[in-house]
């Protein structure tokens, strides 16, 4: 009689999601590393202001743990800037991985390659797209897919918890879940 340990060794097509952990080194070279590379890429900040927030970013890279990231919180802190460029600087540098994001209103039909992320910036600007009828909201089918596919999922919004209660359903919700949330508080950035 086989047993439900046979059956886990021999049966490839069960196979068990696996997220995959990144360890992108020590705190203080991933610390320096994300100062560095905000300072280069977002131009428009006249000094660099490290927020509370950004600690718990860099915390992150250092162990994602196996979890994606969503980023939230008012205009103008940073966080696109964090999603576009410096995580995926510090990913080159330490993985040789290239990260690119699409923005939530620009979401299509996902792509099913076998890159490890799926990265959406300014979730919640995205409208439900008609495909001859039938509704299709891709951001949602996007975050499901990374879910179904073990992808890692990086997002960044300007809602708060409440409106992402009030627009996505409860399974878009639960999947959000997968993510370390960090909630960037303070005074925009832009002048």
């Known amino acids: 009689m086989r047993t439900i340990e046979d059956t886990f060794k021999n049966a490839d097509f069960l196979q068990p999601k696996v997220y995959n952990r990144y360890r992108l ?17 977002d131009r428009t900040v006249e000094k660099y202001e490290h927020l509370p927030a950004y600690d718990e970013i860099i ?16 205009c103008g ?14 990913f080159r540098t330490r993985t ?14 996902v ?8 990265i959406i910036d300014d979730l919640g600007t995205e409208s439900i797209k008609n495909d001859y009828g039938t509704k299709i909201d891709a951001v949602a ?5 990374a879910e179904d596919s073990s992808k890692t999922l990086l997002i960044t919004t300007n809602l708060t ?27 925009s950035f832009r002048n």
């Open 77 to 90: 802190l940073g966080k696109s800037t964090i999603l576009n460029f410096v995580i995926p600087a510090i």
């Open 141 to 145: 089918d996007a975050i499901s897919y």
């Open 161 to 187: 918890p409440k409106a992402l209660k009030e627009r996505y359903d409860e399974r878009t919700l639960d999947r959000l879940r997968k993510c370390k949330v960090v909630i960037i508080k303070g005074k």
């Open 111 to 118: 792509d099913r390659n076998k890159a490890p992320f799926i």
């Open 59 to 74: 915390d992150w890279m250092v162990d994602t743990k196996g979890r994606g990231l969503m980023l939230m919180g008012e």
């Open 25 to 41: 080194g020590l705190r203080e070279e991933i610390k320096e590393m994300f100062i560095k590379s905000f300072e280069y890429y």
């Open 96 to 109: 040789n991985k290239i990260l690119r994001s699409v923005p939530a209103k620009e979401v299509g039909v």
